[in-house]
Structure formats: structure tokens, C-alpha cells
């Protein structure tokens, strides 16, 4: 059912979201064929609505990570075989397993993680930077 927004309506829908009341609330004092979810649907194509927080901190939280990446060094190759990793040296694999000179990183990573700060902030990307840094084949 396609709701009818008039100049008033739409008035006083801006009116009521700008004092902080939920859509819930707006619905009802617009009446009875508008919906809660049709109150946010023309919120969202007004303008009305804003990021929340949490998508705004989690969006910084991202970059922040990406750009830890281009600023950090990569650590020595202390070339780590199976054997010698323990729980504090990385265990990031380096070339092809299948090779004769396939080792893991082996510096030095924080207790309980698998990786340095150098491949850890590779690993664990952010999803849009990860998707950027894929080569493209066509």
C-alpha cells in the first residue's frame, strides 16, 4: 500500500524526528495506513537519518587497520622452520610449502597470537582494503 505524503505530512514527520522521536511514536501520530517502517523509509530518503556510532567506529576502527599496514615495517626473516615456532614467534608460511626453502616468519608475536604485528595487520584487513588489493585477471 503506497502511503500518501503530503508537504504536511512530511513537515511534520521532520518536525517530530528532529525532537528525537522514534518512529514508532511518529507512525502513530501520523496515522493509522503509516507504518513504522514507511516513518524510516522516508526519513532515510529525506536525509533525516544519520550513521549510527557504531558503523561510524567500526568504518574508523577499519582505516585505522589499513593504514597500520602501509606504516609498519616488515620484521627480519628469521626463516622459522616447523619445529623451532612456539608460542611466541609468528607463524607466518613464506613461499611454497612444497619448496626446500619454505619457512614460517619466526619473529617475535604477542602471546596468544599467531602472527607479528606486520602479519597480523596483513591478515586481519579490513574487508573493503582486502578486496582493493586483489589483482585483477580478466
Avoid at 516513518?39 to 544519520?50: D, E, P, Q, T, Y
Avoid at 582505516?63 to 614467534?89: C, M, N, W
Wanted: hydrophobic letters at 35%; aromatic letters at 6%.
Amino acid at each position: 500500500m503506497a502511503v500518501d505524503w503530503t508537504d504536511e505530512r512530511v513537515a511534520l514527520l521532520s518536525q517530530l524526528w528532529q525532537s528525537g522521536q522514534s518512529a514508532r511514536q511518529i507512525a502513530e501520530r501520523l496515522g493509522e495506513e503509516i507504518t513504522r517502517n514507511a516513518v524510516i523509509g522516508k526519513a532515510n530518503r529525506l536525509g533525516l537519518s544519520k550513521p549510527s556510532k557504531s558503523s561510524v567506529t567500526r568504518q574508523q576502527r577499519q582505516k585505522e587497520r589499513a593504514d597500520k599496514v602501509l606504516h609498519l615495517q616488515p620484521p627480519v626473516d628469521e626463516g622459522a622452520t616447523i619445529f623451532s615456532l612456539t608460542a611466541s614467534t609468528c607463524r607466518w608460511p613464506i613461499g611454497d610449502p612444497g619448496d626446500l626453502d619454505f619457512h614460517f616468519c619466526g619473529a617475535n608475536s604477542k602471546v596468544g597470537q599467531p602472527y607479528c604485528d606486520y602479519h597480523a595487520a596483513k591478515a586481519y584487513q579490513p574487508p573493503k582494503a582486502r578486496n582493493a588489493n586483489r589483482k585483477r585477471t580478466a
